[in-house]
C-alpha cells in the first residue's frame, strides 16, 4: 500500500508538469484573444479602419471628380470667343446649354455679360444675370491683376488654363451652388489683359456633371442587387445636408464618412456609405464572429487538451500498471523457484531418511513446476496475443472431460487450501469445436484467481451444462467479490481491483485478460456476477461450432 501511494503521488507533478504546460498556455491564448476582441470593441478599432479607407476612396474619388470638371472646362474655354468678340458670346452660350452665365473683361469698366438666351424668358433667371454682371465687373476692376498672376502661375506649375471656384445664388429663398469658371481668354497681352469666364448652373451639376462623376467612380451598380453591400456617394453644400447629387444606388440616409473638396468645388461635401448597412453594423458582426470563432477554436483546444490529457493519464495508469505487472510476476517466479530450489537441495543432501516425507516433497517440486509453467505459458499467450501472432487448435472436444481433467490436476491444490470444492457436469453435452490447451489454460486462470481471492470463506464450485447449443463453463467462489463499476475493468490488461485484500496478494493482472481473448477467439463469451463480500460468478459461454470458428482453426487470434 505504501509503495502504490508513492506512486499516486509521483505522478501528481507529471500531470501538473502537463497542466502547466499545455493548459496555461492554452489558456493564456483565450483570455488574451477575449481581451483583444474586447479591446477592439472598445476602441471601435473595426469602424477606424473602415473610415481610414473610406478617406482613401473619398480622396480617390474628388482626384477622379476634379480632374473630369477641368477637362470639361478646358474644352470649353478652348471655344470661347477672342477676347475682341465679346458680341459672340451669345452664340457661345447657344453651342452649350449647360452654361448659365458667360462673360469677357477687358480692362477697367469694359465687362461684356450674356446669360443662356433660352432662358431669358424666366424673369428671375434674367434677374440673376444682371446681378451678376454687376457683381463680376467690379470685382475684376479691382482684382484683375491678382487674378492674372493667379492664372499665370497655375498655367506655369500645373499645366491649367483655368480656375474654377464657387458661385453662390439665391433661388427660392435657398442658395444655390454654382461653378465659376474664370481663365484668360485668346486675345489676352500683357499690354491688353482680358479675363474672360463661365458659370456652370446648380441645375448642370446636379442633375448631370456629379452623377455621371460619381457613377465613373463607382462603375458596375445595380440597383437590384442586394445579396451584397454596396458602396454609394453623394455631394451635398456645407449649408444643407441634403445631396447635391447622388451614384445610381443611394438609398438616402446620411453618408458614413465625409470629405470636404479641396479646390475645384469648395464648399462642397463628398460622402460615402454602404448601402443597406453601416460600418457599426459591420464592426458588430466582426466582432460577433471573431467571438464565436475564438469560442469554437476554445472548444476544440479544449477538446484535444482533454484527450491530451486523458492519454498521458492513460499512459501514465498503463505504465503503472506495467511496473506493477513486473514487480508481481517477479515475485511470482521467484516463489516456486526459491521452493523447488530449497526442496530439491534438501532431496540432494540425502537429509529425508522418510520415503513419504520424499514423496512429499517430489510433489511439491512438480506442483511448483507446474505452476511456474502456468505462469510463464501466461506471460508467453500474452505476448503472442500482443503481437497478433497467437494461433489455435481448434478440434471437436469432449468438453465434460476436458473440465474433469483440467480439475483433476489442479484438486490438490484446492484441497491443499482447505477449500469446500463442488463440481457439476451435465452429462448430455454436445462436443465443441475448441483448442484444448486454451480452454484449459483459461479454466485454471479462473480456479486460481477464486482459490487467491478467497480467504475468509473457501468455497470453489465448477458447473458446465448445456445452453442454447452450446456450452456454458462458471466458476463459483464465495470471495471478497468485485465492485459493479470495476466489473468491466478486470478484463483489460494489466489490471487489478483497487481492493487492499487484492494488492496484498500477488499476481500478473494478465489471466482475465487472456481468458477473455480465448473466449471471444472461440467465439463465445465471458462475464461476471459479483458483489464485494458475496464472492463472484464467472460465466464462459461457448458457442457450437460454427463457419467462422472452422475457418479461423490453425489462424491468428
Known sequence: MAKSQVRRLS???????????????????????????????????????????????LAIAEKRIDGRAYEIAEEASARFPHASQGDKLEGFLVSHPDIAHAFVWTGKGHLESQSQPDRMSNPEFADEGKKFSSMIGPWFD?????????????????????????????????????????????GSTAEHPALGGFVYDTDYLSNKFFPQALNEVLPNQNKNDTSHPQPVMMVRTAKDHTPLAASICWDGGSPEVERGFDSVFPGLILGIKLRGTTIANISDHFVRAAFLILGALSLLMGGGMLLAYRNVARELALAKLKSDFVSNVSHELRTPLALIRLYAETLELGRLSNPGKRQEYYEIIRKESERLSSLINNILDFSRIESGKKEYDFRQTDVADLVRGTLESYRFEIEQNGFQFEQKIDSDLPQVCVDREAIARSLLNLVNNAVKYSATEKY??????????????????????????????????????SDPLVHDTKGSGLGLSLVRHVVQAHGGEVAVESEPGRGSKFIITLPPQTADVQQAKGMSA
Request: charged share 25%.
Open 460 to 497: 470453489l464450485g465448477v458447473n458446465l451444462y448445456r445452453h442454447n447449443g452450446g456450452v456454458n463453463l462458471e466458476v463459483v467462489d464465495h470471495g471478497i467479490g468485485i465492485s459493479e463499476k470495476e466489473q468491466p475493468k478486470i478484463f483489460e490488461k494489466f489490471y487489478r481491483v
Open 142 to 186: 479691382l482684382e484683375s491683376k491678382d487674378w492674372i498672376a493667379k492664372l499665370k502661375k497655375i498655367e506655369a506649375m500645373e499645366g491649367r488654363h483655368v480656375y474654377i471656384t464657387s458661385n453662390w445664388v439665391t433661388r427660392d429663398d435657398k442658395m444655390q451652388y454654382q461653378s465659376l469658371v474664370v481663365f484668360m481668354p485668346r
Open 11 to 57: 505522478e501528481r507533478p507529471r500531470m501538473l508538469m502537463f497542466m502547466l504546460g499545455v493548459m496555461l498556455p492554452a489558456a493564456a491564448f483565450i483570455v488574451a484573444g477575449v481581451w483583444h476582441l474586447r479591446t477592439i470593441q472598445r476602441d471601435k478599432a473595426i469602424e477606424a479602419v473602415f473610415q481610414r479607407e473610406y478617406q482613401q476612396v
